[in-house]
């Protein structure tokens, strides 16, 4: 069975932000109410709980990983194609340094952009609710319903908080 979204439609923010409390108090999970609007607020508006993200870790570690990568070739390159120079070291640390470099920021940066992709949901191929009256200012809340029972319930608390509209979406 497919999901169920209820949609509440509201022409301020402070109703909207009311209705996700009453929302929250009646057990509907965080990760199941979706806001729409097409001013960015900022999270602390609507009263929903911080989201954790990993990009930061993500990058740290691939940045890591990409210093490993670069010492190992720039220092392997040189040990086994070692290119004596008049008493110099066979691995010099100016062009290590570069290379270790280069790969940790491009390991780094391509592990950021993977990590963004990954943590927004993107590219998404289902069909998500949307309501054209985003576009004129109002802000929609959608909630993810499993059943019909938990979609009449989401639809009484979002009537009850003054929504301007209900509707569904299946």
Sequence with gaps: MSDTYVLARYREV???A???QRLLGASVKPED???MTGVPYPEEVWGLPESKSNIRKVAALFWVIGACCGFTLAAGTAWLYPLPTGGKPIVSLPTTAVIVYE???LMGIFSVAAATLIESKLPNFKK???HPAVSDG???LSV???DESQATKVDEVLKASNADEVLRHV
Excluded: E, F, K
């Design 14 to 16: 402070d109703p909207a």
């Design 103 to 105: 790969m940790s920021m």
């Design 18 to 20: 009311a209705g996700i």
């Design 144 to 146: 993810r319903c499993m």
């Design 138 to 140: 109002h802000v929609v």
């Design 33 to 35: 109410i979706d806001v």
């Design 128 to 130: 998500l609710p949307y």
